[in-house]
């Protein structure tokens, strides 16, 4: 069983940067990708970031390539998105996913980005 536990979302204006945290729990986090998606109003679940179990492989959309960066710390079974530059198309709620022999979605957190 895992449960992935997302924070770090607020509200801040635009040019600001935030860093959201994917807390995990359980002995199979480090063994697997895990992504961030996130969810605007009225709109589908797209896909944001992702990145390998070890870190060396990192997956971006184009609208957020260059302003986002995903990393991990295994230690700590943690997995964190840096979102610098945010833009009001940013807002959206943000969940950490992975696939381990089933979906495993977080809670999410709420990122509100004012022009």
Do not use: H
């Amino acid at each position: 069983q895992v449960q992935l536990v997302e924070s770090g979302g607020g509200l801040v204006q635009a040019g600001a940067s935030l860093r959201l945290s994917c807390a995990g729990s359980g002995r199979t986090f480090s063994r697997y990708a895990i992504g961030w998606f996130r969810q605007a109003p009225g709109k589908e679940r797209e896909f944001v970031a992702s990145i390998s179990w070890n870190g060396g492989y990192t997956y971006y959309a184009n609208s957020v390539k260059g302003r986002f960066t995903i990393s991990r710390d295994n230690a700590k079974n943690t997995v964190f998105l840096q979102m610098n530059n945010l833009k009001p198309e940013d807002t959206a709620v943000y969940y950490c996913y992975t696939a381990q022999g089933r979906s495993y979605w977080g809670q999410g957190t709420q990122v509100t980005v004012s022009s």
